[in-house]
């Protein structure tokens, strides 16, 4: 690329640029191993040189033989004079050798497994085999950064090639797999081979050994994305808070993504758009879209809009590079040119690399019926490393001879999987995973959540001070006062300061808390206040930060308008951090539908899957309170769906100070498990959910919360939430000093023996209801009816009758007075119901 000439068309190309282009002796560029050039496939694609020489820019797309670089569109002239003083500069010399000898692993690789398991998937890095030198000079780069660690994320395509030649897995364990062996290991758990994550070293050229993670992911392309991108933002923070310097380059994220999926998949503009974002930026993630140009069956006239499968990158000002899969000088300088400027400027970089798929989506897929000339075509094309290794001197008798030598060390590792009794572990949890389990929770593991009033009040004081100099608005000054004389015990403790109260005591403890979701900071309902701003210059003052000593954060973020790239990026932060609160919160808890593949393949189902823990905690208001179908149901029956083997806790604080010990005992815990708490909206400030301050020095949180008013009650009355306090409510109304009102603040694990001691006090009760505000077909009545039954039935067969809203399509009415109504009656039947 050297001399190179750099011309700018800004205008769209037209006939005349393009006969103009190949009188200066341009021809099509050459981006495609296969050399089609439909304009199905690259419609975009400017003039390129016959001899690799020149260059040339057709608007913001900058080509040269085997390379295109799009940079114009970025609006940093010093980022686009680099990004051309490097295009122009002579490359340094690859080690052909070394690339050679790459490339020929990796295909021999495959080759043994399609012989020897035939039938089986295994998704083939064939056609695009250049992603194996592509990663490694990409890594050779990063040890000449002084980076310590790589986390990467991709899909199945190729994952385990990258496994064992990139990440460092034994091959014999990968063997193993293919074996299958000890399957009574993972009954009714574990996942395929081709989606487990792994752990590894890598040594640089420079003598440097890298630390690889390469993360778990489900069949759900792209999900992962986030998930990588948040462990490495909170690897960076163990480093920062640990004394480390320079965090961002000592750890960064490579995601590696498909065409097709990074084209369609929308959580790919989520991430992306993380790069700048306070609390999110990570210095910078490598894009690496391994593209075979085709998804499944689908055409790229399908399932792009645009001229690239990159295209969605363009929401951002970064560099673009295209480089064709079979050119391995230029994949190995485009990988280097990706990684330093990741380096130099601090953000993301894209690689297109360019190839196409030997094999079917999958080694039982037949691709000739729905592609039949283009797999007639790659039937005819020779293996990459049969082409390169010509290019560079070898005769085929010298390729087979180290193909032989590659294929019986191949041997050896099949005979060493296949003799293991037990399944290999992939991957190696860092030590600060060892204070921490799965599983069953053990019953001594039920820590101590109260704190002395002394230092209530002494954490609260200091909640409601400001500077000096700080210039409040009188709603908060207001708001400020009040939270004075919660903490001094006049005044109960509302939802806002006791979750205040908790993060402060865990703070003064030595407990990070992070938390982020949409308008957090301030809350959706006004209730929260972490960040003061000065009415006068707008400057921020955070009292929970001023809890924290060295070592330890408060973090606090408004999130941009996602669920779930949001969410995954905190379940991914709480993968790296686990004795940190890491908490998500919707805005409405109506909206965590649009995180349900995180929700589904991460939260609650990493542990069963892939033996991976996490403790992040999902804040989701939920309440009817006629606001309408998208504003009243957080889909509590999904989640209690969801709960199976103690793998989450669904909880529902029905206090203010059920709430201060139910955040404690989630940090407290050595149990790491996923919370999911209800939290609620009008009840936020309503006396009757506000809590004494004496109730957060009680000992702990308590599941069950019984009613100590009656005793031996005609009727009991078990529900869960914002019902409760209606009700209590009504009985007052009523009079009523027979009935009593029973509070399930944890739906899961459910809490049979508190239940069973709580019916124990009421052994004469007529009448047993199950009351909920939610639908027939919603809340908890399906999970929580069957239980109640079985326990009724062990304690003489008393009957359990039960009121709600009739089943339903959406959750609520939209109309206030509908809602009002309908309540009513739900009241009603709850007292007179026989």
């Known amino acids: 690329m050297a001399d190179t000439q750099i011309l700018t068309v800004e205008k769209p190309v037209d006939q005349q ?28 694609l400017a003039l390129d040189p016959e001899e690799f020489g020149d260059g040339a820019t057709l608007g913001r797309r900058w080509y040269c033989g085997t390379v295109g670089v799009e940079f114009m569109h970025i609006p940093d002239p010093a980022r686009r004079r680099w990004i051309e003083e490097r295009l122009e500069t002579e490359p340094p010399a690859v080690d052909q050798e070394g690339v050679f000898e790459r490339l020929l692993e990796a295909e021999t690789f495959e080759q043994t ?29 990063c040890g000449e950064e002084e980076a310590q660690q790589v986390v990467l994320a991709m899909s199945h395509r190729g994952r385990l090639n990258v496994m064992a030649h990139v990440v460092g897995v034994p091959i014999s364990y990968l063997f193993a797999g293919f074996e299958d062996v000890d399957p009574r290991s ?73 065409d097709a999926a990074f084209a369609g998949q929308g959580i790919n503009a989520e991430t992306l758009n993380l790069a700048s974002l306070a609390g999110f930026d990570v210095g910078g993630t490598v894009h690496v879209v391994v593209n075979n140009q ?104 010298a390729i087979e001879e180290r193909r032989q030598a590659i294929k019986q060390r191949l041997d050896e590792a099949q005979r060493e999987g296949a003799a293991m009794e037990k399944k290999p572990r992939l991957a190696t949890l860092p030590d600060y995973w060892d204070d921490f389990y799965g599983g069953h929770c053990e019953p001594a593991d039920d820590p101590r959540t109260g704190v002395e ?31 004075r004389e919660m903490a001094g015990g006049s005044r109960p403790v509302d939802y ?45 003052h955070v009292p929970l930060a001023a809890l924290a000593d060295d070592g330890v ?149 308590r599941p069950l919360v019984g009613d100590p008013n009656v005793a031996g009650a005609e009727r009991v009355l078990l529900c869960s939430g914002k019902i409760g306090h209606e009700l209590i409510a009504e009985r007052a109304k009523r009079k009523d000093e027979r009935t009593a009102i029973v509070f399930l603040d944890q739906l899961y694990p459910f809490p049979e023996d508190e239940v069973e001691a709580e019916l124990a006090r009421h052994p004469q009760a007529q009448h047993l209801v199950w009351v909920q505000e939610e639908p027939a077909n919603m809340g908890p009545l399906f999970f929580v009816v069957p239980r109640l039954e079985r326990l009724l039935g062990a304690r003489g067969g008393r009957r359990l009758r039960t009121v709600k809203r009739s089943e339903s399509a959406s959750p609520a009415t939209g109309s206030a007075k509908a809602h009002q109504l309908e309540q009513k009656t739900l009241l009603t039947l709850a007292f007179e119901l026989r």
Not at 118 to 140: C, H, N
Not at 214 to 237: D, F, I, T, W, Y
Not at 346 to 353: S, Y
Not at 567 to 592: C, H, I, K, N, T
């Open 186 to 258: 993972v009954l009714g758990g574990g996942d395929v081979k081709y989606h487990l994550g792994a752990t590894g070293k890598f040594e640089t050229e420079n003598g440097r050994t890298l630390s690889m993670h390469l993360v778990s992911n489900p069949s759900h392309l792209e999900a992962v994305n986030p998930v990588a991108v948040g462990r490495v933002r909170a690897k960076q923070e163990r480093l920062r808070h640990g004394g480390g310097e320079k965090p961002e380059r000592a750890v960064l994220p490579i995601l590696l993504h498909g």
């Open 294 to 397: 085709i998804g499944f069956t689908t055409e790229p006239d399908a399932y792009r809009s645009g001229d690239f499968a990159t295209d969605v990158a363009h929401r951002l000002p970064v560099p673009i590079f295209h480089v064709n899969g079979e050119d391995l000088d230029a994949v190995v300088r485009v990988a280097e040119l990706a990684i330093e400027y990741r380096y130099r400027f601090g953000d993301d970089v894209v690689v297109d690399l360019v190839g196409y798929r030997r094999h079917g989506h999958s080694e039982i897929d037949d691709p000739t019926i729905t592609q039949p000339l283009l797999y007639k075509l790659i039937a005819e094309h020779p293996p990459l490393a049969e082409i390169y290794g010509g290019r560079i001197g070898k005769d085929a008798d």
């Open 17 to 44: 640029v393009l006969d103009a282009f190949r009188r200066w002796g341009f021809l099509e560029a050459r981006l495609d191993p296969l050399e089609r050039h439909s304009p199905r496939r690259h419609p975009a």
């Open 453 to 483: 009033a002394e230092t209530l009040a002494e954490v609260g004081e200091a909640l409601a001070a400001v500077p000096d100099d700080f210039h409040l608005h009188p709603k908060i000054e207001k708001l400020l006062e009040q939270r």
């Open 113 to 141: 497994l399609q012989s020897r398991y035939l039938g089986t998937k295994r998704f083939s890095i064939e056609g695009v085999t250049a992603l194996i030198p592509l990663l490694e000079s990409m890594l050779d780069v």
């Open 553 to 701: 954060f408060f973090e606090i973020y408004d999130s941009m308008l996602s669920e779930a790239a949001v969410m995954g990026f905190e379940y991914g932060f709480s993968r790296d951090y686990p004795e940190s609160l890491v908490l998500w919160e919707a805005q409405f808890g109506d909206f965590v539908n649009g995180a349900q593949i995180i929700l589904d393949q991460f939260v609650t189902a990493g542990e069963d899957k892939w033996g991976l823990l996490s403790g992040l905690t999902l804040l989701l208001p939920h309440a009817f309170e006629g606001q309408g179908p998208e504003h009243s149901s957080a889909r509590m029956e999904r989640f209690l769906q969801l709960a199976a083997e103690d793998n989450v806790q669904v909880c529902q604080p029905s206090t203010a100070g059920q709430y201060f010990h139910l955040l404690r005992r989630q940090a407290k815990r050595r149990w790491r498990k996923p919370l999911v708490v209800f939290t609620p909206k009008g009840m936020l400030r309503h006396k009757a959910s506000a809590s004494e301050l004496a109730t957060l020095s009680e000992p702990r949180f």
């Open 496 to 540: 806002g300061f006791a979750e205040a109260l908790a993060f402060g005591t865990l703070l003064a403890e030595g407990v990070p808390v992070r938390m982020s979701g949409q308008d957090s900071r301030r809350g959706t309902f006004n209730h929260r206040h972490a960040v003061l701003i000065d009415v006068e210059d707008e400057h921020e």
